[in-house]
């Protein structure tokens, strides 16, 4: 085998090192000058029409003279802030399902207080989602709506469909775990780590200690799931957008919602951990919530199921398994080449997504 001497030129290594200070310097320049209120995430124009709790249920205003009759309600997770879906007007999901047309209502769960730490799935699906269910089907004098999960949001939107059929005309999820325990394999183990870790987890002692748990906790759980990556890969990258003011503040509004996320209401954590990730009672028709058996052959509405195909953190086997469970005859899959969050800021995923799941909607109103 032949081998050949790495050459290095001084002068290309001291022009990379002045080019690398330049940015460097300009990067600290924009930095400086930028304060947190500058930093805008979740624009898109909306109002709040349904208050409980902490809880509040957004409307989004219209971006057409008549907007589909069915209204979307979106189910998003605990563990996090909705605002990924909102990021930025030329990256946001909402808007571009109201360019398309739809009618948008999106749950915000809000951030639980101490005493909050007893609530359990059964107040947040036949409670809250199901109330607010109840108060768009009543504004637009419907029986039905239409339902969108994002990721555990899903998963909960999923429980609700089954449980309450009569009121939900088709099911859209995205990134969505169903089967807890599919999707890691010997050729790349980082696909479904964080499911993995959470069955060794000793949830009960993490709720007893903290009550409702810290967003920092869950934070760092979704960060070490891919530790090089989101840990140091994205900061050093960034190197190379410091002179660029756009992508510097495109960088800097993904930072802002990734750590500021809400905590987690204990008994509801432990339940989710306990009976959905441990036990992975979902798939097979053991789940209960408030008392009510969850039995996914009671899905018969049409369901779409969004999966990103290079997502680490749900991956792909542990959406895609709802098809072998669902009640419906009428289930379609849409796969889009991005990871667990460009599913919705990701430049494909922009042309993608919104689209794809209002064709598919007006298709079946």
Sequence with gaps: MLSYPIQIRPDDTIKEIAEINRKISKGLE??????????????????????????????????????????????????????????????????NL??????????????????????????????YLNNCVDVIRERHGLDKINLFGICQGGTLATCFSALYPEKVQTLTLTVTPIDFHAGRNEQNPELGLLFNWGQAADVDLLVEA?????????????????????????????????DDETALMNFLRMEKWLFDGPDCAGEAYREFINNFVKDNKLVKNQAEIGGKKINLGKVTMPVYNVYAAYDHLVPPACTVALGKHVGSDDYTELKIPAGHIGIYVGSKAQKMLAPSVAEWLKERS
């Design 30 to 95: 924009s930095l400086s000058s930028f304060k947190d209120e500058d930093i805008k995430i979740g624009t898109t124009p909306k109002e709040t029409v349904y208050k409980e709790d902490k809880l509040r249920l957004h409307h989004y205003i219209p971006l057409v003279d008549q907007p589909h009759k069915t209204p979307l309600l979106i189910s998003y997770a605990l563990v996090n802030r909705y605002l990924i879906a909102d990021l930025q007007e030329d990256r946001s999901l909402i808007r």
């Design 98 to 127: 109201l360019n398309q047309g739809i009618d948008v209502y999106l749950i915000e769960w809000g951030d639980p207080a101490p005493q909050d730490k007893y609530l359990t799935l059964d107040d947040y699906v036949n409670g």
């Design 210 to 242: 903290y009550g409702n748990v810290p967003s920092e906790v869950l934070n760092f759980s979704f960060l070490m799931a891919k530790p090089f990556a989101l840990n140091f890969g994205k900061y050093a990258d960034m190197i190379e957008m410091l």
